[in-house]
């Protein structure tokens, strides 16, 4: 069946098409077919290491489409996008701020395997892939909203940037996942996207899709109310995580003449 429409769906994972405790995307599974039903591309982005996404999207055949990771700062499955500036050059410039600022954010790399399961509930194995990164360093922020502002502009002198996701605060060198749409966007051109996610780490990237979806996320603050919302091409969704996140996609699906058969009923 052909993507009539030509749309392209860019998804954050955890929260967002990932359930924010278990991790699993059973409850979207019904519109995750659908698309497919409809060749419709899905881009997954997110936070996530290469090495982590890969294996997903094995197991949501998604094998062979590019993916956004650790928020943008990487791109898989299309060419080289020209990013040179490496993790161990962000560590590098991370270590070396004074110890008054650097105390107080523990990244991944600062963590051990067993430290790292405990704090985002991932088992060994997938903890080893989360410490597998290219080019970014979430962490844990355990200081005050002074130090903070100290800490980021310590951090924006060293062209640094830091981005909030749904559990921690990812330290790269500028790109967001908006940035990894342009590459994705350019690729496949599509007539039409649609973005989903929870996070502040997200807003650029629903801002920039034609229709963006905040899912609902108990375990964190909303998103303020973005422009789009009062335009119609922003919404939010009631269900928290792949439960919102199948209901908005299938809701999106059924206003659109994609193909044959791809009815969410039928």
């Known amino acids: 069946?052909?993507?009539?429409?030509?749309?392209?769906?860019?998804?954050?994972?955890?929260?967002?098409?990932?359930?924010?405790?278990?991790?699993?995307?059973?409850?979207?599974?019904?519109?995750?077919?659908?698309?497919?039903?409809?060749?419709v591309p899905v881009v997954l982005a997110s936070s996530k290491t290469a090495p982590e996404i890969e294996i997903l999207?094995?197991?949501?055949?998604?094998?062979?489409?590019?993916?956004?990771v650790e928020n943008g700062a990487g791109l898989i499955g299309l060419p080289a996008t020209g990013i040179t500036r490496t993790y161990d050059a962000l560590r590098n410039a991370l270590d070396q701020l004074p110890v008054t600022l650097r105390k107080d954010f523990r990244g991944f790399g600062d963590m051990s395997i067993a430290e790292l399961a405990t704090q985002t509930g991932l088992s060994v194995e997938s903890a080893k892939l989360a410490k597998a990164r290219g080019y970014s360093e979430p962490g844990v922020w355990s200081g005050g909203d002074v130090q903070l502002r100290h800490f980021l502009a310590a951090l924006s002198e060293k062209s640094i940037t830091a981005q909030r996701g749904g559990r921690f605060l990812t330290l790269s060198f500028g790109q967001t996942k908006a940035d990894g749409m342009d590459s994705v966007i350019s690729a496949f051109r599509p007539e039409m996207t649609l973005a989903l996610g929870d996070a502040p780490n997200d807003i650029a990237m629903l801002e920039k899709a034609d229709f963006g979806v905040i899912v609902a996320n108990p375990h964190r603050p909303s998103l303020p109310p973005l422009p789009g919302e009062k335009e119609?091409?922003?919404?939010?969704?009631?269900?928290?995580?792949?439960?919102?996140?199948?209901?908005?996609?299938?809701?999106?699906?059924?206003?659109?003449?994609?193909?044959?058969?791809?009815?969410?009923?039928?």
């Open 1 to 39: 069946m052909k993507n009539l429409r030509k749309l392209v769906v860019f998804t954050d994972l955890d929260g967002t098409l990932l359930d924010h405790d278990t991790y699993r995307w059973d409850q979207a599974q019904p519109a995750l077919d659908r698309l497919r039903a409809a060749d």
């Open 57 to 68: 999207q094995k197991q949501m055949d998604l094998i062979g489409l590019p993916a956004i």
């Open 232 to 266: 119609g091409s922003i919404t939010r969704t009631r269900g928290a995580g792949p439960v919102g996140w199948n209901a908005a996609v299938n809701a999106f699906l059924d206003t659109l003449p994609l193909a044959e058969g791809t009815q969410a009923n039928g």
